[in-house]
Each structure stands twice: as C-alpha cells, then as structure tokens.
C-alpha cells in the first residue's frame, strides 16, 4: 500500500521552502512583482533579537486597513469636536477613502501615504539599488558606503507639513551634493516627529535622506555638513555606513513607519566612566500629528520619496495621481 504525507506535514515542509510560501507568478499589471511576495527579499534588523524578515502583501494591507480606520476616527472625532466638518477633517475623511480604493495591482491608489503602494515604491527602489550595486561588489576591493543626511533646512514645526515647499527642499539638496562632488546617488526621504522631554512643545518634523552613493574625493563631508548645517542646529547633519545588508540599507530610507523622537538626558548614574549625555527613545506617533503627516505623505506623492541622481533606471518609479479633494496637484 502507498504511503501519504499527512497534511499537516506536508505544509511544515511548503513552509520551509521560501520559494513556495512566497510564489509570485507574473501579471502584466505588475511586471515586477511589486504588489506581490516575490524577491526581493530581506531582513530587517539582521542579527539583533527583533529582527524580521520584510513585510508581506497581506501585512501591507492590514496596515492599509488600519490607516483608513485611524483616519476615519481622527475625521470624525475633530468633526464633532469642532460641531461641523473642518478642512483637516474633510481632508482626512477624503483619504481614507482614496486608501480604502486601493486595489492593487490593476487599481492601486498610488498614495504616499498608502502602506500597499509604499511597499511596491520600496521595493522598487531595492531592486533598481540593487541592479547597481550588485555588478560593482563582486570585486573585493569595493565597499558600498550609505550615506545619512539629515538637513537643516529639513526642519519643520510641527503643524506647519502642509505648507512646507518639498520640491524646493529637494533642490536644495541636490545642489548641495552636487556642489560636493556627489554625483552618483540614490536616497529614500524618511520624516519623523523629534521633541524633548520635560518639554511643552509640539516640536518639529526633521527630513532625512538616506541611501547608497559614490563617495568623492576627500573634503567633501566637511563641505556637506558646513551646507546642510550652517547654523550647528543638527548633531549629525552628515553620517557615512557600513550596511549590514544591502537590500535592508536601501529599503530603510522608503519604509512605511514613522517615529516620534523624543530626546531626553542620560545620566548614567550605574556608570563611573561616564557623564550625564544627550540620548533618543523611538515612540509611536499618534494623534493630530499622525493625521499632519499622512496628509503630507499624500500631497507630496510617491515620487517625492526617492531622490536618485539618473535617469537610467530599469522601470520608472510609481507616481502618484492628483486627486481635486486633496489640494489639486502635487
């Protein structure tokens, strides 16, 4: 008599097989697999206890669903606070239903603020990183470098995203790499809500690019942080990395979460070799701030998260689309 596999065995074996829990078959809607769960692949937070591999298409979505609900209470809670709809609750409430619309990969809401259309904007810029990258470090000798920028003039006080000029920030920043020697980049722009403990501020919304580039010869950092940091406002305008992973590197500068920075002092009093310093926990955003920022995210698009320095690309980038209740275009 034959001998079966019982089923519960033969979904631990599938399980264990990458390429069959994450089967991606082609669509011509999609002919990169962007929206699906095909390569690239990657893990986030490698080698430390919370590390995880990278978001799924079904997480994707269940964040997109938590947004259009989070969005939808805000809308309605600054409504009935206020005893009639409001810009920002109007604004919101269109979202929501821009978010919930979404139906990828023949429908997508291409949406900066959409965590299903982030996700395919990632990963199409980890795959065209790594279309770059991947011929230059099979010789030994090359040792691809992320470079941290954190602007300046990429502070916003908070409540103030909706008028703040993006296209003009970002040609400011080309200029300064430019005017450096750096010619050769590709960076993803992160936000995040910095404030002080102990402090009854609303604080500020601090821009970053981060990303893989060609480092030029020497005396361009002291260049770059004298451009981006004239005022000494910023503790590290200017960082240079070793990644870890390569594709974990390029996707950090595109994900889909984003952090409130609250500052506060160390004082290490279990430590006899050093002093009181300057340290950052990351805690959730919420409330009004995170509304401001989906609304950003939104206004600025999906292409206004990458900042590449060609145009030869393997697929153009997603673009988002204008939509008339949102403000027009973008």
Known sequence: MPMTTRPSKLRERLRGLPSLRRLSLPNSDDPLGLFGDGPPWWTISKGKPWQRPSSSAREAKKRRDATVFKLRWHANHVALLAGNPTPTSLAASALADKLEACAPPRYPCLSGACPICIRAQQRWFVRDTMQVLRPLVRDPRYRPQVLSLVPEFGRIPAGSLSAFDIDAFLVSMREALKACGIDHYKLGLDVSLNQRAGVKSPGFWQ????????????????????????????????????????????????????????????????????????????????????????????????????????????????????????????
């Open 207 to 330: 821009l970053q690019l981060w990303g893989f580039f060609h480092k030029p010869k020497r005396g361009w950092p002291t260049q770059l942080k004298a451009l981006l940091n004239p005022n000494g406002g910023v503790t590290r305008p200017v960082e240079v990395k070793k990644p870890d992973s390569l594709e974990a590197a390029a996707a950090y500068g595109v994900k889909d979460t984003f952090v409130r920075r609250l500052s506060y002092l160390k004082t290490n009093l279990q430590r006899e070799d050093r002093g009181e310093c300057s340290n950052t926990r990351g805690r959730h955003l919420r409330g009004d701030a995170w509304v401001e920022l989906m609304l950003f995210l939104d206004r600025i698009g999906l292409e206004r998260r990458i900042l590449l320095s060609t145009i030869n690309l393997s697929l153009p980038p997603l673009h988002s689309r204008n939509d008339p209740r949102l403000g027009g275009s973008k």
